[in-house]
Nanobody
């Protein structure tokens, strides 16, 4: 069982930056692939970024590639999402995810979400 708590959301102007954090409970954090998803009003939840449990390739949605960076600190049981050059289209609730692998994320563990609002 993994519990995830996101933080760091807020209101920012277009072009600004935010860093989201996701703190995970449990002693097996390093064995999980970690990721971020987002859901805008009236839209389905979509993939943003994911990092495997150890090494491997980091994945990004095309819409955030070059602007967002996912990282993890296994010693702190925390995964981060650094978001730069934000646009109003990035406005959404951002959810942290943990799963045995990136391929199984949709059936993994979810946090409660943190709101990110980007003003024009």
């Amino acid at each position: 069982q993994v519990q995830l708590v996101e933080s760091g959301g807020g209101l920012v102007q277009a072009g600004g930056s935010l860093r989201l954090s996701c703190a995970a409970s449990g002693r097996t954090f390093s064995s999980y692939a970690m990721g971020w998803f987002r859901q805008a009003p009236g839209k389905e939840r979509e993939f943003v970024a994911a990092k495997p449990n150890s090494g491997g390739i980091t994945f990004y949605a095309d819409s955030v590639k070059g602007r967002f960076t996912i990282s993890r600190d296994n010693a702190k049981n925390t995964v981060y999402l650094q978001m730069n050059s934000l646009t109003p289209e990035d406005t959404a609730v951002y959810y942290c995810n943990a799963a045995p692998s990136i391929a199984t994320m949709m059936s993994g563990y979810w946090g409660q979400g943190t709101q990110v609002t980007v003003s024009a």
